[in-house]
């Protein structure tokens, strides 16, 4: 509890100690569930671009040559969101809070200069045959706090994924909030784009962001 508290409430300062210098953590994780009856309360499934919202304005794409993260997918980003690369340091004091099951953060997306608290993270998976489902159920088993995790089979542009929405109990806000997450398998291992937030409403609106990247999802 204290691991997740420290992620969701001092990211930034986290990151320069915690990831060698480049950048901060979070994770999400944990039920397996599968249909709408653990899926997490209605407060953050509010409008996002396919749940009747709109996307937002497009601010760039990462993953490709010279963008900010070297990833095996390319993506769109919401305008004024600020990308950076992380680099884990194993053995580091607090180098846990870029790993969360089997995956690793490698890049972290900032929502802070759109006006939102919160972050759009990449993490890379190993293990080039795991499936997008399989990865996700991992990731959110790294995750001890969180609950009533939803799956669905679904697209990241035109690659077949899997999507995760949960809940996590953050004991210091004496709230649960809401997280999701989707994944898709590459040659690489399979990637996983997380959406978290200091709470639900602050997911809640950060969820075009996330459509955006979802739809605009290239393999390679």
């Not at 508290?5 to 060698?20: G, S, W």
């Not at 900010?68 to 390319?74: D, G, K, S, Y």
């Not at 972050?119 to 959110?140: C, H, I, M, N, S």
């Not at 898709?184 to 969820?207: F, I, R």
Request: charged share 20%; hydrophobic share 40%; aromatic share 4%.
């Amino acid at each position: 509890m204290v691991r997740y508290a420290i992620r969701a409430l001092f990211p930034a300062v986290l990151a320069t100690a915690a990831l060698a210098g480049c950048s901060p953590a979070s994770g999400g994780g944990a039920e397996a569930g599968g249909d709408a009856s653990g899926a997490p309360a209605a407060s953050g499934t509010a409008p996002s671009a396919e749940r009747g919202g709109t996307l937002p304005e497009k601010g760039g794409t990462l993953g490709g040559p010279g963008s900010a993260c070297a990833l095996p997918v390319t993506f769109d980003l919401a305008a004024d969101w600020k990308p950076q690369a992380v680099k884990v340091e194993p053995g580091s004091e607090l180098a846990e809070l870029g790993q969360q099951g089997s995956a690793t953060m490698v890049c972290e997306i900032d929502a802070k200069p759109a006006g939102n608290i919160g972050y759009l993270r990449v993490w890379q998976g190993k293990g080039a045959g795991t499936t997008p489902r399989a990865a996700l159920e991992d990731f959110v088993a790294g995750d001890p706090n969180a609950g009533k995790a939803s799956y669905s089979d679904t697209a990241a542009g035109s690659v077949a994924a899997a999507e995760v929405t949960y809940t996590v109990d953050v004991e210091l806000l004496d709230e649960r909030k809401t997280e999701r997450a989707f994944a898709v398998a590459t040659p690489d291992g399979p990637v996983v784009v997380h959406l978290g937030g200091l709470d639900s409403e602050e997911h809640t609106a950060m969820l075009p962001a996330y459509e955006l990247a979802k739809k605009s999802l290239k393999a390679g």
